[in-house]
């Protein structure tokens, strides 16, 4: 037989093998839910996810039947211990499961059940609730303190495609950080671009400009921002951040700030609006986010010590202060929203809800960077009256921190280190109008080991309405 | 033609497979280790969107051979016999001369010299994709000849001459300084890595150490795992406590011995640290090297998920099965017998005038057991002359790491006799050897007399002389 009749004889069987439609027949059953990675036992997720392919590590054939109202509704073989289901399909399973539970029946074949075994079936919820379609998010090695390449790039939710939005390439590898949206639009973002030529690149209205914020108001440099929803202010904390490193087996490294302050850019002015109640050296401002109407700022606020050696003595609250978007001014009143004094602990990222009722930070012993304190956790308050809201669901023995409201304020994604402790991972949970969240689940992969293996950890997770379009040549003769 | 290439092969391989395994066999070790190869898509686009990115990937392919000497060296030769052969076939077509077949080893003999100073191989695939090209060129432009002829003298030319460039490109690389010191501070790594000490202080003997500062710091490192530390470091060359380590380093160099060191000390989360900032120095942003570091520490931190993490990571290249599964044991064992370690958050990194003595004395703070860290921090206060402190933390040491110890090492004695000249009751609660105390009265003697170059000649290596250095 010719080499190329071989091949296309054997192709076929294979072809066929893999197309076979569950002829295999299952040994036995158990009572437990199948050990599937990522978990999406009872999970809550939209109607217009990418498709939860999951996988059970040491089996090799593996079988997930999606019923809906108790009919099957799609079958899907894989092997490698993996479920890939296919896209087209699956958005067919959503759109008839909105406002329903998908029950899943996982059958698998392996090495320690090689006549394979059926598990208790399990069931996620259908939120009629819609994600944002986009997710922008930066991608950097976690943590310590130099790097290669960094970027920060958007993932389109309802399939796998990433997409980079901007690397440091552009910047002869420097540093890419902290974007921001304006109101959750993909035409108005902005980043930093530190190292040689650097400064804060705003993309909006089809251009980019870069602007240095070094040279504008009272002369520091622009680290968090946060853009005002209607576009017109960013504010921006202005941080010195240094980090200390610990050898032993415990915390890895403190972040830490010696000084930090508080200024509004005007983004159609070009000037920057500052308030001498938040910029002198008796307290450290940081982190500040506004709320949904654009008249208030929330952010997190600290008494002074001596870094690295006092960073448990340093704890953050969460002030309030009123803007005037008008006249580009602070309000007189401040008010306290978390006091770490009474409350305990140290309050980081502020981010207030879309209808303006909760407050959900990140808390942790001390300090201002969650992110390396395993203790961390997302926390939420009412804002009518104060009162803390159970968040627990979206916790874990490690390190919860940066998190954001999705636009409609039914979702919430937020950075976790659970899975192994060092590389933050980003979870999406529901949330419903009164506060209660469910448990979240990961952001699916087409390779569900796309979450072990990926040499990069997710920072500042930021949910977009639609795909951003950089304009790549003009942003790199931006740094020529 | 065929004949010609034959011949020429026939000296160039055996001569440079040679020549790379004798001669660069520590270097050929370090390209690989600072390398990275991965089929995980988050490597391979990231190499895609870098320039070069395709020769660079094709290049990390080719460098996880070499970790395999044997593999290294025949790569190696490969890349010149590949110009070999297409400077053959140029100088065939456009000569058509058989006495000049050997002018294809001057280009070979120029690539052979420069190869040497490449850390990488990327330079060596341009050089063949460029002689192919040539060679694709001259053939295209050039007629078909019947081939040479062979002419009187023919068999010395094609072979000796060939030989002697190559010989004489050999001897031009290894007449660059930089080559060889390169070579032999890689040696000393590797030992470092394979934790050879003896080996280490084999090679790296005192009149080496006194003029290497990077391989003194691997003496250093090798005494102190030895516990012989204090019994010699004076010896080495050392001129302050920053011999030690490479403070707030930012090179390969200093990010690899720095690693080295943490592991010695135990201190994992800084290998890990330092490991991460190699990775991020090396061409790929990624090496070999760090990732089988940081692996093999968190096996030891008792971090399984970060552990099989790596595992995983390293199995996506072409040569690491083997590394992984020779892993595997102690994994198993990790999952049987979970390690629970303290959380002891010790500062690292200090970036004050004395960040060895600050990171060592904090290490010291949370484990006051570790007799390595204790040697360290005790030669480092006496190599910046800080008797005072020497004087107040000798009594914690010796209480833990040398308790009822008859003899003390050589340099804790001399720093002792030198304490004992303002309190001479400390020479009664520490055993110091009747001939130290001999020799410290003659020094002293010579001191007060004012004769300050006999003293110091006479007890050249020891710490008086060190520490009168100035008088």
Not at chain 2, 246 to 257: P, T, Y
Not at chain 2, 378 to 399: I, K, N
Request: proline letters at 5%; a neutral charge; aromatic letters at 12%.
């Amino acid at each position: 037989m010719h080499i190329l009749t071989r091949i296309f004889v054997i192709a076929a069987l294979v072809f066929l093998c893999a197309c076979s439609d569950g002829a295999a027949t299952v040994g036995g059953k158990s009572d437990s839910p199948p050990p599937i990675f990522p978990d999406y036992v009872s999970v809550t997720v939209p109607c217009n996810i990418a498709p939860l392919n999951f996988s059970i590590r040491g089996t090799d054939r593996i079988r997930a039947e999606f019923a809906v109202s108790g009919s099957g509704r799609l079958k899907v073989e894989g092997r490698r211990g993996m479920v890939d289901i296919p896209v087209d399909e699956w958005r067919g399973l959503m759109a008839e499961a909105a406002g329903d539970s998908v029950r899943v029946t996982v059958s698998a074949w392996g090495a320690l059940n090689p006549e394979g075994v059926e598990y208790s079936p399990f069931s996620f919820y259908v939120s009629r609730d819609s994600v944002d379609g986009w997710l922008a998010y930066r991608l950097i090695e976690p943590g310590y303190e130099g790097w290669m390449q960094m970027g920060i790039y958007q993932r389109d939710l309802s399939s796998f495609d990433e997409k980079v939005l901007v690397d440091n390439s552009v910047n002869g590898m420097g540093c890419v950080n902290c974007h921001s949206f304006a109101g959750y639009s993909p035409e108005r973002m902005l980043f930093h671009a530190r190292g040689e030529g650097g400064g804060t690149v705003f993309f909006e209205g089809g251009g980019v400009e870069k602007v240095d914020l070094a040279k504008v108001g009272p002369g520091k440099q622009g680290v968090y921002p946060m853009w005002s929803p209607d576009g017109r202010y960013v504010a921006f904390s202005s941080n010195s951040t240094f980090q200390s490193f610990f050898g032993g087996h415990g915390q890895v490294l403190e972040v830490y700030d010696q000084a930090s302050d508080l200024m509004v850019y005007g983004v159609q002015t070009g000037e920057m609006a500052v308030d001498g109640r938040f910029q002198t050296e008796d307290r450290w401002e940081t982190f500040p986010a506004w709320t949904p109407d654009g008249r208030s700022l929330v952010f997190c606020s600290a008494e002074p010590h001596s870094m690295p050696l006092e960073r448990e003595k340093v704890h953050y609250d969460i002030l309030r202060v009123g803007f005037d978007p008008e006249t580009g001014t602070f309000g007189e009143r401040v008010d306290t929203l978390y006091n770490a004094r009474v409350s305990g602990g140290s309050a980081s990222f502020p981010r207030v809800s879309p209808d303006g009722r909760f407050l959900m930070f990140a808390r942790a012993d001390y300090g201002t960077f969650p992110i390396w304190h395993d203790e961390a956790d997302l926390a939420m308050i009412r804002l009518d009256d104060g009162v803390q809201v159970d968040v627990s669901a979206l916790n874990s023995t490690l390190s919860e921190s940066c998190h954001e409201w999705s636009s409609s304020g039914r979702w919430v994604v937020i950075g976790s280190r659970r899975l192994d402790g060092r590389y933050t991972r980003l979870f999406i949970a529901h949330v419903s109008p009164e506060g209660v969240c469910g448990k979240p689940f990961l952001l699916p992969q087409r390779d569900p080991e796309h979450n072990m293996w990926r040499l990069k950890s997710y920072n500042v997770p930021q949910f977009v309405r639609g795909e951003v379009r950089l304009p790549q040549r003009d942003l790199k003769n931006l740094f020529k | 033609m065929k004949k010609i290439i034959s011949l020429h092969s026939a000296v160039l391989v055996p001569v440079l497979f040679l020549f790379w395994l004798l001669a660069y066999r520590n270097t050929m070790w370090w390209m690989e280790g600072m390398s990275f190869f991965s089929t995980l898509p988050d490597f391979a686009v990231l190499q895609a969107r870098l320039p070069a990115g395709a020769v660079k990937y094709a290049a990390a392919y080719l460098l996880q051979f070499y970790h395999s000497a044997v593999a290294g060296a025949l790569l190696q030769t490969l890349y010149a016999w590949i110009v070999m052969v297409c400077a053959d076939v140029v100088v065939w077509r456009l000569l058509r001369r058989a006495d000049l077949s050997w002018l294809s080893f001057v280009p070979v003999g120029i690539f052979v010299a420069i190869q040497c100073r490449y850390r990488t191989v990327d330079g060596s695939l341009v050089w063949c994709l460029a002689a192919i090209a040539a060679a694709v060129v001259s053939v295209c432009l050039t007629r078909r000849t019947d081939g040479y002829v062979i002419v009187r003298g023919f068999w010395r030319r094609a072979v000796i001459v060939p030989l002697l460039l190559l010989a004489a490109c050999a001897a031009v690389s290894l007449s660059i300084r930089e080559n060889r010191v390169r070579e032999r501070v890689h040696r000393t790594e590797r030992l470092a890595e394979n934790r050879d000490w003896d080996r280490i202080l084999e090679i790296v003997r005192p009149e080496v150490s006194a003029e290497d500062p990077v391989r003194r710091r691997y003496a250093l490192l090798a005494m102190a795992e030895k516990g012989m530390l204090a019994e010699n470091f004076l010896r080495y060359g050392v001129k302050g406590s920053e011999d030690f380590f490479f403070a707030g380093s930012n090179d390969i160099v200093g990010c690899n011995f720095n690693a080295l060191l943490a592991r010695s000390l135990g201190l994992e989360n800084e290998t890990i640290h330092q490991s991460f900032q190699l990775n991020s120095l090396s061409p790929l942003g990624y090496s070999f090297r760090s990732m089988r570091r940081i692996t093999d520490a968190f096996l030891r931190d008792g971090n399984i998920p970060l552990a099989e993490k790596y595992m995983r990571i390293l199995l996506h290249s072409t040569c690491h099965k083997s590394w992984v599964e020779s892993r595997v044991g102690r994994m198993i064992d990790l999952m049987q017998n979970p390690v629970e370690r303290d959380r002891d958050n010790i500062l690292t990194c200090a970036t004050n005038d004395e960040p060895l003595l600050m990171d060592m004395a904090c290490l010291y703070d949370a484990r006051p057991d570790n007799r390595m860290c204790a040697d360290i921090l005790l030669c480092g206060l006496l190599a910046s002359r800080q008797m005072d402190r020497f004087a107040l933390l000798f009594p914690r040491v010796y209480a833990s790491a040398y308790p009822g110890r008859d003899v003390l090492p050589r340099y804790y004695e001399e720093a002792l006799l030198v304490l004992s000249r303002q309190n001479p009751d400390i020479l009664d609660r520490y055993s110091v050897s009747s001939f130290r105390r001999e020799a410290f009265g003659k020094f002293a003697e010579l001191m007060d007399a004012g004769r300050y170059d006999d003293a110091r000649a006479a007890y050249p290596d020891s710490y008086w002389s060190y520490l009168y250095a100035a008088m």
